[in-house]
């Protein structure tokens, strides 16, 4: 279900029963000549909306506008960069309205630059604003020395669990490095992400413009199919499950 299509009542109910609330960490970057600049966002709404199909989960609209950086080019080929410094505030402050709002189950799930353990600015700021929220929540609502209250004597019995409030809001990667390693690979704008693409926003592929790519990077878009991006998106869906809970 999607934040924007719900109504109070069901919303406070989804709160109360901790069910998970989604936030996809955009980002608007060049993607070669056959992919849509939209890319890096889509490959997570895509497959998020496939999961919702099989668990009960909140998607809340994705942010669009991130941390991209001008590594794969620049401001003329379109893509949109946020430094990570006002990025960082600007979600700090759509996470305090959640967590104060009563949500205690989100997740931040991001795919740009998340090859391998994908501790880059964009992640690092995600987590930095997480970590900053849930702490001066519990400072607010709970007062100085809350951790060292005989209230949470449990605490590292329930290091991983919903009740470690440090876990109030989590970052994860659309697809780990385990997850990556079982489909093949990781690549921008190549044979896997154009793979995955296509297989939940096909009209935001071209694969007829995948001969006009020069750039390194976008050449083994020409080997990308609907079929791997299936196999893309089962894997991802497989360790979504296990993960978000």
């Not at 999607?2 to 109910?13: A, G, H, P, S, T």
């Not at 998607?59 to 410094?85: L, Q």
């Not at 009740?163 to 109030?168: L, R, S």
């Amino acid at each position: 279900m999607n934040l924007i299509d719900m109504f109070y009542k069901e919303i406070e109910d989804a709160k109360a029963r901790r069910v998970p609330l989604i936030i996809p960490i955009g980002t608007m970057e060049y993607h070669a000549a056959h992919l849509s600049l939209g890319t890096d966002t889509m490959v997570i709404t895509g497959v998020l909306e496939k999961l919702s199909e099989r668990k009960e989960i909140i998607v809340a609209p994705p942010i669009w506008y991130g941390v991209a950086s001008y590594a794969v080019s620049g401001p003329e080929k379109n893509t949109i960069h946020v430094d990570s410094d006002p990025y960082e505030i600007y979600l700090t402050e759509i996470l305090k309205s959640l967590v104060y709002g009563g949500w205690k189950n989100i997740y931040l799930v991001f795919h740009h630059q998340s090859e391998a353990d994908g501790l880059m600015p964009m992640s690092l700021a995600c987590m930095k604003a997480a970590k900053k929220v849930a702490l001066r929540y519990l400072e607010e609502t709970r007062g100085h020395g809350w951790w060292g209250s005989n209230d949470m004597q449990n605490y590292y019995e329930n290091l991983d669990t919903d009740e470690n409030p440090i876990t109030f809001i989590k970052t994860i990667q659309l697809m780990d490095n385990e997850t990556q390693k079982k489909i093949g690979g990781f690549d921008h704008a190549g044979k896997y992400e154009t793979s995955l693409l296509s297989a939940v926003y096909p009209k935001n592929v071209d694969f007829s413009r995948t001969k006009d790519n020069t750039e390194w990077f976008a050449i083994p878009a020409k080997e990308a199919s609907v079929e791997l991006g299936e196999m893309m998106v089962e894997h991802t869906l497989a360790y979504l499950e296990r993960t978000i809970q």
